[in-house]
């Protein structure tokens, strides 16, 4: 203890141990291809690295400052707003060089060029995107500064992109050629995840509340919507394709209500299939767990049961059935890709397109948005969750 | 005024309440005791039908209870339980306020109500009536809990173990102040313990219950002077008893003729509490409120033959 005081004040130097595996990711990925090269759409293309794509001194010294970026984010002893301002550096200067790089190759080669993001960028941005979300959980920021980080994160997300500075990046490319395309696409996902949700809620909540009175239909019921949260759904669709298509065929009225054996009608059933159980045992487990006394008092001041259910126990069911809301719909939004398959729409159309053409490029048009939107509802789900939890607290300290 | 009669209640094949009669007189505070599981609580829920009897019958004010459907009745008669049971959703002043919502009070006689009744229970209305049941301390829950119970004005209030959760020191606070507002209101009140000291305190009559049976119903000096059988005397706990017995006495019983020096003492004073100030004060005799004295001599012998015919009972 005596000789602590007496040696020199010395800075002691912590690394964070998820923050070294990300830094780890990250500085492998510097020596890795950031961009492929491509003379035109499908050929394979040449890998670029960044001390190719910038001649000598300066693609070291690019690599140096992103390599120090990577290591500022990993040192624990140093405050967080420095630590996330550093990924954050990293995360723009990569896509700064991406744009760039993209654009400089292109305008030197013949029409029909490409340039795609490569491992070493994929990695790059993602040992960045984790270490800044890593610094940020640990902040405990407070739920409102929370809802500030998503806001801007898309806003900042949507300027980038809406500001042409990637165009000239492969996946942007096919999407100047299908913007229109790409619109529909977007509408059908949201129709697809949000309607086979509300489709879900609207069936599967009064299963639960029924499951909650009737205790001898609890194990059948669950029972069997286990069973269908084990069909793959790929068989679901083979399934559904012919059974549907006949009874669209055969029985008078059925087409006509939309009933089809391909199209959006088999892919919201489908999506339902996988939904209901989240809802209908979140809803029972959340009614089960409010503490019996509660109920127990409010039948004895007088509620009827109907009253109790719908004053008492349902509120107070409210937070666990919100936790199913964001699973399905994070699960359904994902899940929804595969609609592409059966002419459901959606951004699985420009999967399936581009694994018909071996066209990674528009598989990516697909996909990122399609992660991006999971990303942001899940998001925007976990803090509608903690805002209804906390509500109460909040309201004593304003 | 609750009269219950040989009510019974079946699961199955066992019997958890048996044949029970007793009557509670309008205004009285009659006490459930008992050990664990020897149906108190199934005894009370079925006053309110939370359970329904399998034999007999409730009258309340004269009115049988199966008449009247079960949330109508409820809504007449208080009901607290140990936990509090309140709202966690709702905050304090939507808690109480919740059977007179039910009742379609207008929104000016219940705000009205609720202020009213955080005053009774020495909550400061602007401070709590918007907080919520966690930001409160046990003792202030159970009290919400309570008032709540009170809102409607019931002219029936049943209590299961409301006191259970609180820390003795509390407890005691909180029996006192229970009893002063009954005293009040004049609220016929039925509550479960499985303490008998609390039974004591608060009890106009006792009723004992073992294994479903009512063993014996009494007032408190019933019990200690004529317990029914071995398992209530053991329930008082022999020890205490004459103890117990001095503090419902009063001096007024043992005063003389006769003068002391010393600040005097009130009529209504027990017997414990003036022994007690015998031996604090180091005197043999007493002065009394309007003349008369009370010796040390009288208060041991009183004490002293209250446990010799507790021996002949034995
Ligand atoms: N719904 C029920 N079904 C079957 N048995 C029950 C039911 N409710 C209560 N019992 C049984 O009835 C008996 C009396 O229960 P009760 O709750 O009235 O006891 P108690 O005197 O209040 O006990 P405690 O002091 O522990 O609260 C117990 O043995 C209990 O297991
Ligand atoms: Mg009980």
């Not at chain 1, 998820?18 to 961009?35: D, H």
């Not at chain 1, 654009?103 to 990695?123: E, F, H, K, N």
């Not at chain 2, 709202?87 to 808690?95: A, I, K, L, M, S």
């Not at chain 2, 049941?133 to 209030?157: F, I």
């Amino acid at each position: 203890m005596h000789s602590d005081t007496t040696s020199l004040p010395r800075r002691r130097i912590t690394l964070s141990p998820p923050g070294v595996v990300f830094a780890v990711i990250g500085l492998a990925a510097l020596f890795v291809p950031i961009v492929t090269f491509k003379p035109n759409r499908i050929v394979p293309g040449d890998g670029v690295w960044i001390t190719t794509a910038y001649d000598g001194v300066a693609g070291w010294l690019i690599v140096a400052i992103l390599a120090l970026l990577f290591l500022t984010g990993a040192l624990k002893s140093l405050p967080p707003a420095v630590r996330i301002v550093a990924a954050l550096a990293g995360l723009l200067g990569t896509i700064v060089i991406l744009g760039h790089v993209a654009t400089s190759l292109i305008a030197d080669s013949a029409r029909g060029a490409r340039v795609s993001p490569a491992a070493g960028l994929w990695c790059m941005l993602a040992a960045y995107l984790l270490a800044a979300v890593d610094v940020l959980n640990r902040l405990e920021l407070s739920l409102r500064a929370r809802w500030m980080v998503l806001a801007g994160t898309v806003i900042v997300v949507v300027l980038v992109f809406a500001s042409g500075y990637l165009a000239n990046v492969s996946v942007m490319m096919e999407y100047a050629g299908r913007q229109a395309g790409f619109n529909a696409a977007f509408r059908q996902h949201l129709v697809l995840a949000f309607g086979s949700l509300g489709i879900a809620l609207v069936i599967g909540f009064p299963i639960g509340v029924l499951l909650f009175q009737v205790n001898g239909l609890r194990r059948p019921v669950l029972g069997a919507l286990n069973l269908m949260q084990t069909v793959p759904s790929l068989a679901l669709f083979g399934i559904m394709i012919p059974i549907f298509g006949w009874i669209a065929m055969n029985v008078p009225m059925a087409a006509k209500l939309g009933v089809a054996g391909i199209g959006i009608f088999p892919a919201l059933v489908a999506l339902l299939f996988y939904s209901l159980l989240p809802v209908v045992s979140n809803t029972l487990v959340g009614l089960t767990g409010v503490a019996p006394e509660v109920g127990e008092a409010a039948r004895g001041m007088g509620m009827t049961n109907a009253q109790v259910l719908a004053r008492v126990q349902i509120p107070l069911a409210l937070p666990v059935v919100l936790t199913a809301i964001r699973i399905v719909l994070v699960q359904n939004i994902g899940l929804a890709v595969i609609a592409g398959l059966i002419g459901g729409g959606g951004f699985g159309t420009f999967v399936f397109q581009g694994l018909n053409q071996s066209a990674m490029d528009l598989i990516l048009l697909g996909t990122l948005p399609t992660i991006a939107l999971a990303l942001v509802a899940g998001t925007t789900l976990d803090l509608l969750v903690d805002a209804l939890n906390t509500s109460p607290r909040k309201r004593s300290a304003s | 005024m609750i009269q219950i009669e040989n009510l019974t209640k079946r699961y199955g094949s066992t019997e958890v309440v048996r044949g029970v009669s007793l009557r509670v007189r309008q205004g009285e505070i009659a006490a459930l005791v008992g050990t664990s599981g020897s149906g108190k609580t199934t005894l009370l829920r079925m006053i309110n039908r939370l359970v329904e009897p399998t034999e007999g019958r409730v009258l309340i004010d004269g009115e049988d209870a199966s008449g009247i459907q079960p949330h109508l009745l409820r809504r007449r008669i208080g009901y607290a339980i140990q936990g509090h049971g309140l709202f966690p959703h709702r905050t304090v002043g939507q808690n109480i306020a919740t059977v007179p919502h039910l009742l379609n009070w207008s929104n000016r006689e219940i705000d009205a109500r609720v202020d009213e009744l955080l005053h009774l229970f020495q909550l400061d209305p602007a401070q709590f009536r918007d907080r919520m049941p966690h930001e409160l301390s046990g003792g202030q829950q159970q009290r919400v809990g309570v008032a709540r119970a009170l809102a409607a004005r019931p002219e029936v209030l049943l209590m299961d173990e409301p006191f259970g959760a609180l820390d003795p020191v509390i407890r005691a606070k909180a029996q006192a102040d229970l009893l002063e507002l009954q005293k009040k209101l004049g609220t016929t009140l039925v509550i479960v313990t499985h303490d008998m000291e609390e039974a004591i305190a608060l009890g106009d009559h006792i009723a004992v219950m073992d294994k479903g049976r009512l063993l014996q119903y009494g007032t408190p000096k019933d019990l200690l002077t004529q317990p029914a059988d071995d398992f209530v005397e053991s329930l008082i706990g022999s020890a205490e008893r004459p103890f117990r017995l001095l503090s419902l006495t009063t001096v007024a019983d043992l005063a003389e003729q006769g003068e002391a020096t010393g600040a005097t003492i009130a009529r209504t004073t027990n017997l414990r509490d003036a022994l007690a100030e015998c031996l604090w004060r180091g005197v043999d005799v007493l002065p009394l409120d309007g003349g008369g004295v009370v010796t040390l001599n009288a208060l041991r012998t009183s004490g002293r033959g209250l446990a010799e015919t507790q021996g002949e009972v034995n």
